[in-house]
């Protein structure tokens, strides 16, 4: 019984559930034990109709008056009362009684899994000690704002998102990214609130207030992703809704077929009530949310964000995973192999391709920086920086136009490759070339590694069955064939020298087969994300455009994580079709026993009740899954 407005209070659901069984309780003691005080019989079952009844009468009379929503509430309610009024008040009280519980362990229960990353804010500390002209002072964590200093001490949580300034250790990241091993941080490397200082003192840069902080945009994807309904979840809804008419209309009908065959009116008033509450889906209803909240949930804890059920249900049905190479598949931080220069000294060579190549976020211009820096060469200024997807970047220095990029830069340019450069070019390492018009100034070699985690993932997706894998790179083929190599990928699986409309291309036919998810930065590759079914960008802590672009955001920069995701969603997807099985079969079977067995109405209530219990358990265990382990 899922319903869209906000959950009662779970205390008052608590107080109320106790009263109406201990209404309950007087009354089986007077029918089955110790006869009691009419007076007093009558009290205890007016006791359990009104804490029973009345709040579930309340929610659907809302819904019925504010969103023209018949709730099937309203159905327990009616059932109830039809048993009081052919003398079986004691079977409408055990119904209430039974409903009531239900709700009760329900929303506990539901509020258990939504509350499950919410419990991440209360890991931010209160007060943090921040350094200063004065000193250091202890402050209200609210204070803190980017740019200012904190000092983390041993054991510490973080605080708020910032940076590395001075020292070294090692963070539990757990809360946030799911990885169970702690993380090395030292001068430059991002820490993320909630964490914890395991060893040695930090000094931490602050970059984003709490306002929008990586926990901060958790609470808030998943609080939207817990509304935005997949389309099993908007078919139950759809169900629910016709089907509740349908049962209220099929109850009133089936008194008059009752009387048509002999019944007198109180029985088959008494049948009709049995009846109603045979037929009536809360499992039904529940059946999906049950599994889908809990899901959420599980893989929140586990560095895994969805964007909401339409997104798990969909990563459980791709067939075809599509992963862009540099800082997906590789680690991203690529280093120079080699530097040619033809025309000056290396040094000045190494200044003006950095110069350039200090306005671009790719990674190899940020290898190529940091060889630079490791030489302690100052770049040269470049102005009018212009980047060029898959080929290279463009500016002017004091002597003119200058250009660094790829083979299709140098064609752009009406460049040729030197001789003294080709052997280069036939290497399995990335080129960058570097130029004035037509004229090539020197090259650098750069080579990234695969990811640790790479080659396991792969292989775990593949594991899954009837999966299709594919590497997509602008690189050139070699670099992409050495890389595909040691993951394990055959050469049909390996795509080199793609312009981004190429990806475009690969996906859409790679949809033909079936669902097609893209694996990137989630900034990148902005088509292919948007044309896949799926987009899933990776090690997005701390990057809110990242966890905005995707819809579903791998918070470490784990693969396996995604093969775990994937799991989780099959999981999620068969827990579903159990529970809708468990819930449609008690419904047939109680009908059934309803309109040819002459079924008591007591055994209806347990049978409708422990069916909507059951599926809610069934889902929750979803809550348990091993994602938040190492994949």
């Known amino acids: 019984m899922a ?9 008052a659901d608590l107080y109320l559930t106790i009263l109406c069984w201990i209404g309950l309780g007087i009354a089986t003691l007077d029918a089955f034990l110790q006869p009691l005080p ?30 023209h929503r018949l709730d099937i509430d309203l159905l327990m309610v009616v059932a109830a009362l039809a048993a009081a009024a052919v003398g079986a008040a004691l079977e409408g009280a055990v119904l209430l009684a039974l409903f009531s519980l239900s709700q009760t362990l329900e929303h506990r229960a539901m509020g258990k899994a939504r509350r499950a990353v919410e419990a991440l804010m209360q890991l931010r500390p209160e007060t943090a000690l921040r350094e200063g ?119 009133i009908l089936s008194w008059f077929g009752f009387r048509y065959f002999g019944h ?29 909240l809990s899901a959420l949930s599980a893989a929140a804890r586990g560095g ?13 049905e791709v067939r075809t995973f599509a992963f862009d190479k540099t800082g997906t598949l590789t680690t991203g931080l690529a280093s120079v192999t080699n530097v040619v220069a033809l025309e000056g000294e290396e040094a000045g060579f190494l200044a003006l391709i950095a110069g350039l190549e200090a306005h671009s976020e790719h990674p190899i211009a940020a290898a190529i920086r940091r060889e630079v820096a490791e030489r302690g060469i100052s770049p040269l ?30 064609a752009a340019m009406g460049a040729v490759l030197p001789d003294a450069l080709a052997q280069l070019a036939d290497g399995a390492e990335t080129l960058v070339i570097l130029g004035r018009g037509s004229r090539v100034l020197g090259a650098v070699t750069v080579a990234d590694e695969p990811r640790t985690t790479a080659a396991e993932a792969l292989a775990a997706l593949k594991a899954g069955g009837r999966t299709d894998i ?33 990806k475009v291309t690969l996906v859409d036919a790679a949809a033909k087969r079936g669902k097609v998810a893209f694996i990137g930065d989630g900034v990148n590759d902005a088509a292919a994300l948007a044309r896949a079914d799926v987009g899933v960008a990776m090690g997005v802590a701390g990057s809110e455009v990242a966890l905005q672009a995707a819809d579903v955001a791998l918070m470490a920069e784990d693969l396996r994580k995604l093969a775990a995701a994937r799991r989780l969603a099959r999981r999620a997807a068969s827990v579903i079709r159990q529970n809708l099985t468990i ?49």
Request: charged content about 20%; proline content about 7%.
């Open 381 to 410: 200024p470049v102005r009018d920086v212009r980047a060029h997807p898959s080929e290279g970047i463009t500016g002017s220095d004091a002597e003119g136009p200058v250009w660094a990029g790829n083979a299709r830069m140098l």
């Open 3 to 11: 319903h869209d407005h906000a959950q009662p209070d779970e205390d």
């Open 470 to 502: 594919l590497m997509m790179t602008g690189d050139r083929a070699p670099v992409a064939a050495r890389i595909g190599e040691r993951l394990g990928l055959a050469p049909a699986e390996i795509h080199a020298g793609l312009l981004p409309g190429d």
């Open 304 to 316: 895994v964000l969805f964007k909401g059920g339409a997104a798990l249900e969909g990563l459980a």
């Open 133 to 251: 002209p004065e000193g250091v002072v202890e402050v209200p964590v609210e204070d803190l704002q980017p740019g200012d200093r904190v000092i983390l001490r041993p054991g510490a949580r973080v605080p708020v998102d910032g940076r590395v300034a001075e020292g070294a250790g090692h963070l539990d990241e757990s809360t946030v990214t799911g990885e169970s091993a702690p993380v090395r941080k030292a001068k430059g490397d991002p820490v993320h609130e909630a964490t914890v200082n395991l060893d040695g003192i930090l000094t931490v840069e602050v970059t984003r207030g709490i306002a929008t902080s990586t926990v901060a945009q958790m609470i808030k994807l998943v609080t939207e992703a817990q509304a935005m309904k997949s389309p099993s979840e908007r078919f139950s809804d759809w169900f629910g809704q016709r089907y509740t008419i349908a049962v209220l209309a099929g109850s």
């Open 38 to 67: 009419q007076g007093l019989v009558w009290a205890a079952l007016g006791l359990s109709f009104l804490t029973g009844g009345l709040p579930p009468l309340r929610t659907a009379l809302a819904e019925l008056w504010q969103d």
């Open 264 to 292: 007198d009116p109180g029985e088959a008033l008494y049948r009709a009530a049995t009846l109603l509450v045979a037929a009536s889906p809360c499992a039904v209803v529940i059946s999906v949310p049950a599994a889908i």
């Open 583 to 631: 819930a449609i079969g008690a419904m047939l079977v109680l009908v059934t026993g309803s309109l040819f067995f002459e079924l008591p109405l007591p055994l209806a209530v347990l049978g409708h009740e422990g069916g909507t219990l059951l599926v809610v358990l069934n889902g929750l265990r979803l809550l348990a899954d091993p994602i938040r382990a190492k994949a």
